[in-house]
């Protein structure tokens, strides 16, 4: 039996599996399918390039049983890896006067290539053979030669669109193998003369990729060029694609560009900024599914189910992650015994807030606390899983192959049902351990003061170390507000602070909200940890938006001294925090 | 080519007690920077290059400065920064312009040990451009007892941790088109974090990792954990192969890396040495031989530079046969 959870790259996924696997949320982000420029924002996992592989042409056709012509679009896949133009070389053009020319016509040369590409491998029903070629030496052909190509197009002999597009494939990558050939000579740091053509956006992709949608068995709409991971584009690259952005010919050419929070700037070539209203849109995925956990939920069981029911296995998401039944029935009776007591020393409105907000933080802190003797609080079951991934799917997906590929282990010739509590908990708990710095601690603090990025991630550790620590108290607490999951910033946080919490966002510890300040004059910034860390500090991961507003002195003693939450533990949550009760958001209580 | 010979230290002087033109190292925050140093007796060395990471100076600068004392007026420095390849390649090439003698036959006694993976790359390439010129070349790798001294539960043992950038290593881009699927090729070592950075970062089609066979494996414990390692691959990832290599061999890790290429044949190939500096020797020379290889390095973000390793009891020479640094025409 397969593995249903495994990871596979969503290009390497044929359109069938695509459509059978893959749950449509391209309506969560409406924008996306229309013409314009878009930037898409998320984490990796977030499940943006799975977006772009549906939004294909293959895809696309079974989706919407529609012919291809028919489409609103043609979606070219354009993803950014370190095997295309990223290369350590490019770097030697920094200082280079043609820095700029270069990198566009790279650029370029890439993205024809992928336009080629997906022209070739797609099968056109009522194809015109003679408007195909009339295209390809009037425009392509015509057009490359003005950039300084000095090669042959032999369509002549072609009796079919694929044909044609195959040749016209070649020349694009023949004109890409050029530019490598060139980059690879860089090393040394002697540029040689570049003698080859310089293609542009304006003079060559754009006009040519607009007279090519005009052809009539193509969409209408415009070419979306679907930039995936454009944080790899270098400081040039990046400048360039702004550039482009920002001559606003999407009607024609539309970006899709997906980041992953690591976008270097959004300056064109001429120091200008891309403007967001009428240059671009955005969408920050995390944030989406982070507000509105219902919908995140809903995608992931259908995700879920989908794979289970691939390899044959009838069971819903719920039977095939089990809870704990122990551990939810000791639940169930003190969510009971709370709405019994509920008209006595009920502090919420309802019986079953007290229920919803209690019951699970009084059974953890019967525990024996967070060390590793004594009964020990499980993190089996659906919904508990889909907290701990943090509106990420990839966080479910991943810790889920390794529990199918244990339980498959441990049940032998038996098929797999479901997924044992236990196996879950301790994927679960080894995965919370791998993220989390445990070693950090060992680290001498004399050592290495040189190395910012080392004094960062040092400072970063501190902080979640004392953040995911604060929180446990706060949640075997007697507090009214006891499942906190966020800090609130009472005052702008300073430029080391900054530093710091922008590390923990780029590296998946910290996720970025907004929310009204303590004040009411503004708004202020909300930082989540992730939930992944709830094993490692002992916290329930299930929803509510619970924060503590915290100020840049206590940010500072986070950071910089461990001993910290060691204080807050012997003058006892209580008095180092208010009890705040901010408005529950029962939306994200799941 | 003749493996590279174990040399127990004891007998590491009257090994390496012969006339060397240019004397090549890596000062570090390992004591196993100092060993090849140690036994090499001074008079007999005409130029060091002593290459050393100028940020951390604070943690290599005693090793450094013995290096300094031990070679006085002919040691000459070249700084390799860690998270800037280009100043790298031209500090090396600087290093090793002012060195290398103008004869028309030279020996140069490279000492491997304690060099990033990277600025070794490097250096072998600026080697290989300078391979007519007539350099015997001699690589020294001195062993390590143990890594990660501070654990003795092997699961916990670390030795970096974070990666700060995948990138592609400077002289060695391959040949890589865009419409072919990725293969990484990966020599797995104790860095496993490093390995799931390089497959998120080049998210390939196919997967290959290189295994030490167990008998050449450090401990059993780590030959255990190895297993475990590419037991998670195989449940997280489609498409994962395993082969093996010699980790103390650059001859046959270079043949292994090359037939595992060749079982997929038009794609991209990315090789990944994350084991030992021998077998990182391979594959440059396997990228030498065939120069669609790509190859890349993962920048480490944390050093365990404390309770990095201890010193083994032997150290690995090999005399390198001047067609391994040419590049075969394709």
Not at chain 1, 61 to 90: D, H, M, Q, W
Not at chain 1, 111 to 116: A, D, L, P, T
């Given at each position: 039996m397969n593995n249903p959870f495994s990871v596979r790259t969503p290009e390497e996924i044929t359109a069938t599996d695509a459509h059978t696997l893959f749950v449509d949320n391209l309506s969560d982000f409406p924008k996306l399918l229309d013409p314009g420029h878009m930037f898409i924002h998320g984490p990796?996992?977030?499940?943006?390039?799975?977006?772009?592989?549906?939004?294909?042409?293959?895809?696309?056709?079974?989706?919407?049983?529609?012919?291809?012509?028919?489409?609103?679009?043609?979606?070219?896949?354009?993803?950014?890896?370190?095997?295309?133009?990223?290369?350590?070389?490019?770097?030697?053009?920094?200082?280079?006067?043609?820095?700029?020319?270069?990198?566009?016509?790279?650029?370029?040369?890439?993205?024809?290539?992928?336009?080629?590409d997906a022209l070739r491998g797609t099968d056109f029903a009522e194809a015109d053979l003679s408007a195909t070629k009339l295209f390809l030496e009037n425009c392509f052909a015509k057009r490359l030669r003005r950039c300084g190509w000095r090669g042959e197009l032999p369509i002549a002999d072609c009796g079919t669109v694929q044909q044609c597009f195959s040749r016209m494939f070649e020349v694009c990558e023949d004109l890409y193998a050029e530019v490598m050939g060139f980059i690879r000579h860089l090393s040394t740091g002697h540029i040689p003369d570049y003698k080859g053509p310089l293609c542009g956006y304006l003079d060559f992709l754009h006009p040519v990729i607009k007279e090519l949608k005009s052809l009539p068995f193509l969409p209408a709409g415009p070419v979306f060029l679907m930039i995936d991971d454009a944080d790899n584009l270098n400081l040039s690259q990046t400048l360039v694609l702004n550039s482009w952005v920002a001559t606003r010919t999407s009607s024609d050419v539309s970006l899709k560009i997906s980041t992953q929070l690591g976008y270097k700037t959004y300056r064109t070539i001429s120091g200008q900024y891309i403007d967001r209203t009428h240059d671009y849109t955005e969408v920050y995925i995390d944030a989406l599914y982070t507000t509105n956990k219902s919908k995140y939920r809903d995608r992931v069981r259908e995700v879920i189910q989908k794979r289970l029911a691939l390899v044959g296995i009838s069971a819903t998401p719920e039977e095939f992650f089990p809870e704990d039944e122990a551990q939810e029935a000791a639940i169930k009776k003190r969510e009971e015994d709370l709405i019994a007591r509920h008209a006595a020393e009920g502090r919420g409105n309802r019986p079953g807030d007290d229920a919803l907000r209690y019951a699970r933080p009084e059974y953890i802190a019967s525990l024996k606390g967070p060390s590793k003797s004594g009964a020990s609080y499980s993190y089996a079951g659906f919904s508990q899983l889909v907290h701990l991934s943090s509106a990420l799917i990839r966080y479910f997906l991943e810790p889920a192959a390794l529990m199918f590929s244990r339980q498959k282990g441990d049940s032998g010739a038996v098929p797999v049902q479901f997924i044992k509590p236990h196996i879950q908990d301790e994927v679960v708990r080894k995965e919370s351990d791998n993220l989390l710095f445990e070693e950090m601690d060992k680290l001498a603090s004399e050592k290495d003061q040189e190395n910012e990025y080392y004094i960062k991630v040092r400072k970063l550790s501190n902080l979640i170390h004392n953040l995911g620590g604060v929180f446990h108290l706060k949640l075997i607490s007697s507090q009214s507000e006891r499942r906190v999951f966020s800090i609130a910033l009472s005052d702008p946080p300073d430029t080391e602070i900054g530093a710091v919490l922008a590390l923990g966002v780029q590296q998946g510890y910290l996720q970025k909200a907004s929310l009204g300040n303590k004040d009411g004059t503004g708004r202020t910034h909300r930082y989540i940890l992730t939930r992944r860390l709830a094993p490692s500090f002992l916290l329930d991961p299930s929803g509510f938006s619970g924060y503590m507003f915290v100020t840049n002195k206590y940010l500072h003693d986070a950071m910089d001294d461990p001993k910290t939450l060691r204080r807050i533990k012997g003058k006892g949550v209580d008095l180092s925090f208010a009890d705040e009760q901010p408005e529950l958001d029962l939306d994200s209580a799941l | 080519m003749s493996g590279a010979h174990k040399v127990p230290l004891a007998d590491l002087a009257s090994r390496l007690a012969t006339p060397w033109n240019v004397f090549v190292c890596c000062a570090s925050f390992e004591g196993r920077c100092l060993t090849v140093a140690q036994n090499l007796n001074p008079s007999q060395v005409a130029a060091v290059l002593v290459v050393q990471n100028g940020s951390i100076s604070s943690l290599i600068g005693t090793n450094a400065a013995h290096l300094q004392k031990m070679f006085g007026d002919r040691c000459v420095q070249a700084d390799a920064h860690p998270s800037n390849p280009v100043a790298t390649e031209d500090n090396l090439a600087q290093g090793l312009k002012s060195v290398i003698p103008e004869d028309a036959e030279w020996s140069l006694l490279l000492d491997i040990t304690t060099f990033t993976r990277e600025a070794l790359l490097v250096l072998l390439n600026q080697l290989r451009r300078l391979g007519s010129r007539g350099c015997r070349l001699t690589l020294a790798y001195t062993g390590a007892s143990r890594y990660g001294t501070d654990e003795s539960d092997s699961e916990k043992v670390w030795l970096t941790r974070g990666v700060k950038e995948v990138r592609s290593v400077l002289g060695y881009p391959g040949g890589l088109l865009p419409s072919r699927k990725t293969h990484l090729i990966v020599l797995v070592g104790f860095e496993t974090e490093r390995v799931s950075s390089l497959i998120s970062s080049y998210e390939p089609a196919i997967i290959s990792l290189g295994y030490g066979p167990k008998e050449s494996s450090i401990t059993d414990e780590h030959h255990k954990l190895n297993l475990m390692f590419h037991q998670q691959a195989v449940s997280l990832y489609d498409g994962v192969n395993r082969f093996e290599f010699a980790p103390n061999s650059p001859a046959e890790t270079k043949n292994s890396i090359i037939a595992q290429a060749a079982k997929f044949p038009n794609t991209n190939v990315v090789v990944a040495p994350l084991n030992t500096k021998l077998s990182t020797v391979g594959a440059a020379f396997a990228a030498f031989a065939d120069q669609r290889l790509h190859l890349c390095y993962a920048e480490a973000a944390i050093y365990n530079f404390s309770h990095y390793s201890s010193i083994g009891d032997s150290c690995y020479l090999l005399q390198v046969d001047r067609h391994l640094m040419m590049s075969e025409p394709k």
């Open positions: 990796r996992g977030s499940g943006k390039s799975m977006m772009f592989r549906y939004m294909k042409p293959d895809c696309q056709v079974l989706y919407r049983a529609s012919a291809l012509k028919e489409l609103a679009f043609f979606g070219v896949y354009c993803p950014i890896r370190n095997t295309n133009l990223s290369l350590t070389e490019l770097l030697r053009l920094k200082t280079h006067y043609a820095d700029v020319v270069l990198n566009e016509h790279f650029m370029v040369a890439y993205f024809m290539e992928r336009v080629s | -």
